[in-house]
């Protein structure tokens, strides 16, 4: 499974940016889907997790309350929604599936990864 991120850039402090990934597959169905993110000097984070199956999520705290996981109707593409965008947001950005339904931020438990896209967050 190839895994392929788009929509990073930069930035000001407060705005938005979305995160798409899709899959060569072509559907996210039966795959725990999920985003992390490594800042230089930093472990890979987890921050969202898809259930694409029954539509549950969960965050990590550092995002909650400010960035959305979904799919779209087809489960074909996985997006990131982020808002209220903040500096320490900075780093790149990774689109991740694992071979099992259900719910995980650890990095560990997944086995595809898409390349990565730099989101930059000026103050």
């Known amino acids: 499974v190839q895994l392929v991120e788009s929509g990073g850039g930069s930035v000001q402090a407060g705005g938005s940016l979305r995160l798409s990934c899709r899959s060569s597959?072509?559907?996210?169905?039966?795959?725990?889907t999920g985003w992390f993110r490594q800042a230089p000097g930093k472990e890979r984070e987890g921050i969202a997790c898809?259930?694409?199956?029954?539509?549950?999520?969960i965050y990590g705290d550092s995002v909650k309350g400010r960035f959305t996981i979904f799919s779209d109707r087809a489960k074909s593409t996985v997006y990131l929604q982020m808002n209220d965008l903040k500096p320490e947001d900075t780093a790149v950005y990774y689109c991740?599936?694992?071979?099992?339904?259900?719910?995980?931020?650890?990095?560990?438990?997944?086995?595809?990864w898409g390349q990565g896209t730099q989101v930059t967050v000026a103050s």
């Open positions: 898809l259930s694409t199956n029954d539509g549950r999520t």
């Open positions: 597959k072509g559907s996210f169905l039966d795959y725990g």
């Open positions: 991740a599936a694992g071979d099992w339904m259900g719910l995980d931020l650890e990095a560990s438990e997944y086995d595809y």
